[in-house]
């Protein structure tokens, strides 16, 4: 808890962390782009070792699933809109093949 004024506030909310966030926007980026480079391992001790930050490889594979879901959810948006608009759809960057199979490997129980 972080006292504000004579008024406690949790940090989380002080930090804008929303109830099932762990950890701070910024943070996750980092993790985010580590695991891009190397391993979910890796990334978690890359993070410890470099910037002594402290999150899980699981922590790092759910963020990694958690934002490939919200691409699929924006293309697909963004695909139906093309189509409505009968532009066809040249501009989508994601096929339905490749959207079915991160769909399929999200729901893969993790390591």
């Known amino acids: 808890m972080y006292e504000l004024r004579h008024r406690v506030v949790s940090l989380d909310d002080v930090l804008g962390l929303a109830p099932r966030d762990k950890c701070a926007l910024g943070v996750g980026e ?35 699933v958690e934002e490939g879901l919200r691409l699929l959810e924006t293309d697909a948006r963004e695909r139906e809109a093309v189509l409505a608009s009968g532009q066809g759809a040249g501009r989508c960057r994601t096929s339905m093949t490749s959207q079915k199979s991160i769909s399929e490997r999200a729901t893969t129980p993790s390591i």
Do not use: N, P, Q
Not at 36 to 42: A, F, G, I, Q, R
Not at 47 to 56: D, G, N, Q, R, W
């Open 30 to 64: 980092r993790a985010l782009w580590a695991a891009t480079e190397v391993s979910y391992d890796k990334a978690e001790s890359f993070l410890a070792k470099f910037t002594c930050l402290a999150v899980s490889h699981g922590s790092i594979h759910r963020m990694a």
